[in-house]
């Protein structure tokens, strides 16, 4: 698949986890919830940190260090200290397989 990166299978990634897949440098955080697959790019816009790893409420991740959160469906921030929305990218699966790629 040119171009896409290849993230894990369906029964790596249940529901409520999250898996991180490298694009070159980018790193990026796909994120099953109730069964829907999101990716985002894995760094808080406030300060730099990684949010795979951070709480998730409903469709939102909060970043360990500062408590920013972003709408994993979107990448806006949904409360402070962060202002800057975070890149999301597609995710798609075939036979099974979760792939992403950063489209940027």
């Keep these: 698949m040119d171009g896409w990166i290849l993230v894990g299978t369906r029964s790596e990634l249940l529901p409520g986890e999250f898996r991180v897949a490298w ?5 990026i955080a796909v994120y099953n919830i109730d069964g829907d697959l999101y990716a985002i790019e894995d760094v ?5 940190g990684e949010l ?8 939102e991740v909060e970043c360990v260090r500062h ?25 798609k699966e075939d036979n099974g397989a979760i792939w992403t790629r950063d489209d940027r």
């Design 23 to 27: 694009d070159g440098d980018t790193a």
């Design 44 to 48: 808080c816009t406030h300060d730099g």
């Design 52 to 59: 795979a790893g951070g709480p998730v409420i409903g469709h």
């Design 67 to 91: 408590g920013a959160r972003f709408d994993v469906r979107t990448g806006e921030v949904t409360c402070p200290p962060a202002y800057e929305p975070v890149a999301t990218f597609p995710v």
